[in-house]
């Protein structure tokens, strides 16, 4: 090949294979260029339909504002396939930027900074949005720290953007600082394998005393320990947290297999939904079962948290063998939830993945328009999603048990199926219930 590029026969030519490879760059950086201005574009279109929204809302309360977001929200993640909470918050974050942040977009679109760019002086630049910044004060900021985007990495951009933006702020540091630890939290984020991410948003010295108690922790580790440095800090976290201890270990079984948490997993109480083949729950096979219908939990983790279990109950895919399928009355059955929960999995909503131990009953034919509280007539959703179908043009039918057919606003028709479920299972379920009430608003994550 680099006889070809020579011509000469006598090994690569330099000035033709850097003419090539320059040739090379220029497309990356041509294509590069248009994504971006692309990604702009998009951004304003998603910013058009949020002021699109609001417009129709007309200034009117709050509620109606937020429904209309919704409703074009839901259009939007039923033809995309994604979930339409990720939508809305693209919209919000589009309207953000074009309505407060235009020199940062235009520079974005034109290829002079990246993505990377964008997020670290909008990230910083966030509390110039939301005090008593004057917009004169923001439009500088902005102008600076593009000007210094267009000459260094997202990292150092970071740094001085965070540091510039606090000079304009006239709020003290402590006051601030005050109000950001009401928004502490901590999150789980399911992801393959059977493992997810579990992170927490709390105060900074707080964060780096933790990892500075791990890292500690894990250098003084015995030199016969198997484990690496990170996989100790894990082990640390994961037993601060469930046992006290921060000495973690590893258990061997009777049969001498190394079971890593085996001892943490038994100080799990078992409050939400675990499926398995009941091959898998009498140790004739390694079938894997599934948390909330949605993430894979391995067999030997699953027989462990199935052994911790109070109770647990032998269910049969087919609703109709020995099960209560209708009732009188406007609540379900604690059975027919069980049915419901290991059907629906999730918010049946299309795209919506919020578990169904959380999400409310639905009837389809609303209960005051003669609908039945029968499977057939029931199905799981989100406070969002139920709020959707009850105060906007969003509409639904279940013509077949478990199979709901979505129409939008614009008439568009999306249809949501079960997700399918194994033939026979182990449910490991929450604490019952009143059987006669749904959960109080203040326990609903929406």
Known sequence: MAQEIAGTGQGPDAAALDAVQANALSQLAAIRTGRQALEAHETRVLA???????????????????MEMRTVAAEIGAQAQVSDRSVERQIGDAMMLVDTWPVLLDAFAEGRIGRGHVR????????????????????????????????????????VARREADTHLAEPLVVRHRAAREQRRVTVEDVDDGMSWF??????????????????????????????????????FCELLLAGTGTPTIERTPGGAEIEHAGLLSTITPIVQVTMPVTTMTGTSDAPGSLDGAQPVDAETARILAGAAATWQRLLTDPVRGT???????CPTEAQRRLLRARDQHCRFP??????????????????????TSLGNLAHLCRRHHTLKHATAWSVTQPTPGVLHWRSPLGEAYLDRPPPVGPRFIEVHEPRLDSAADPPDSELPF
């Open 48 to 66: 058009a339909l949020g002021h699109l929204a609001l417009h129709r809302a007309g200034g009117s309360s709050s509620e109606r504002s937020t």
């Open 120 to 159: 670290a002086i909008t990230e910083a630049g966030g509390v110039l949005a939301s005090t008593d910044v004057t917009p004169e004060q923001r439009a500088a900021f902005e102008q600076q720290m593009v000007a210094l985007a267009e000459t260094t990495t997202p990292a150092r951009v970071s740094k």
């Open 199 to 236: 992170g927490a948003l709390v105060p900074s010295v707080l964060a780096h005393g933790i990892d500075h108690r791990l890292r500690a922790g894990a250098r003084g580790k015995s030199k016969d320990d198997p484990r690496s440095i990170q996989q100790w800090r894990a082990d640390a």
């Open 324 to 330: 209560v399928v209708e009732v009188d009355t406007y």
């Open 351 to 372: 795209g919506c993945g919020a578990k169904a131990r959380d999400d409310d009953a639905d009837h389809t034919i609303a209960w005051e328009d003669g609908g039945t």
